[in-house]
């Protein structure tokens, strides 16, 4: 890929972009906020936590997105009885009697980890040491996992029973917590049309790698003026109770609020919406547009909030105000 500048890698980046919506939505009908936040995800190298009932097609997208992005995709499916081993692999005695190690799931690059809260937090930390060193070490020996590396999770958030609940430390480790909403009347009616009796349409590879890659880099290298790092920062710090820049909604209605982490990805994620929306430079507007995926999962509330219906949503919304 030769681009005389950055500012032309970028309008390449809309242009294939736009493609990509493009190519998912002969498969994915509707979830556009969705998929917009997961290819955002994908470029920022942040990964993403979707929370939706069964049955609102998933699996179907992550798949479809692997193959458009032309990336190796693996499904893991989590179980109270599942065990690192499955997820990262295992070493065996070959013929020669010399330990080879046999690679699990986990060395894809889209990585679609489904229910994981309903397998125990050991197993569940082998999963989340990939996503934060991009390597795993298994019997002293470290590995390296394919670049781009992206893992998907997905909870459902009606059936509680015999789940583990991933810690607010863990949870701080995904981008984006993104909600799935059900379909329109005039999405699910064309979506009942289209699996009922069309043969789904092949889909062909938008970006490779190396691409994906190249356009990671060119997002890290985004200007950020000083006003929208400082609206970011103040933006996670309201959030905090009990501390000097805390919104009095803070201290009324949350445990704990967004550490620094949330304002990187806040910073990230607006660097990216700002140049897949043509701009060179984000604003605080693309801070604000990323803001409730980003908070959502990393305010803890109490029971005040519980007891008056208060929901995250509501928080966000009033310190965005």
Not at 199 to 209: A, C, D, N, Q, T
Not at 231 to 259: F, I, Q
Request: some cysteine.
């Amino acid at each position: 890929m030769q681009y005389k500048s950055d500012v032309e890698a970028i309008d390449a980046l809309v242009i294939k972009y736009n493609e990509l919506k493009s190519e998912i939505g002969k498969i994915i009908i509707g979830q556009e906020k969705v998929i917009n936040n997961t290819l955002i995800s994908i470029f920022c190298k942040g990964h993403v936590l979707l929370v939706g009932v069964p049955g609102l097609a998933k699996t179907l997208m992550v798949n479809t997105i692997s193959q458009v992005l032309g990336l190796k995709y693996s499904r893991i499916q989590f179980t109270p009885d599942l065990m690192p081993s499955d997820i990262i692999g295992t070493e065996i005695l070959d013929e020669n009697r010399k330990f080879k190690f046999i690679k699990g799931p986990v060395f894809a690059n889209i990585i679609l980890a489904d229910e994981i809260n309903r397998t125990p937090p050991k197993t569940q930390s082998a999963l989340l040491e990939a996503m934060q060193e991009k390597a795993i070490t298994v019997a002293g020996k470290n590995y390296k996992l394919d670049e781009p590396f992206f893992v998907l999770a997905t909870q459902n958030p009606i059936e509680q029973e015999g789940t583990y609940p991933l810690p607010e430390a863990q949870l701080d480790r995904f981008m984006f917590n993104i909600w799935l909403d059900y379909p329109s009347f005039d999405e699910e009616a064309l979506v009942v049309k289209n699996t009922t009796s069309l043969e789904p349409e092949e889909l062909k590879i938008i970006l490779y790698s190396e691409e994906i890659q190249f356009f990671q880099d060119i997002i890290r290298k985004v200007p950020v003026a000083d006003n929208v790092y400082n609206y970011s920062v103040s933006l996670a710090s309201k959030t905090r109770p009990g501390t000097d820049k805390a919104h009095e909604w803070a201290n009324k209605y949350l445990n704990w609020g967004a550490g620094p982490r949330a304002s990187q990805f806040l910073i990230s994620g607006a660097k990216c919406h700002a140049v897949l929306n043509g701009k060179y430079s984000p604003d605080i507007e693309d801070v604000r547009e990323v803001a409730i995926s980003v908070l959502r999962h990393r305010l803890v509330r109490n029971y005040k909030a519980e007891a008056e219906g208060i929901d995250v949503e509501m928080i966000v919304d009033e310190f965005l105000k």
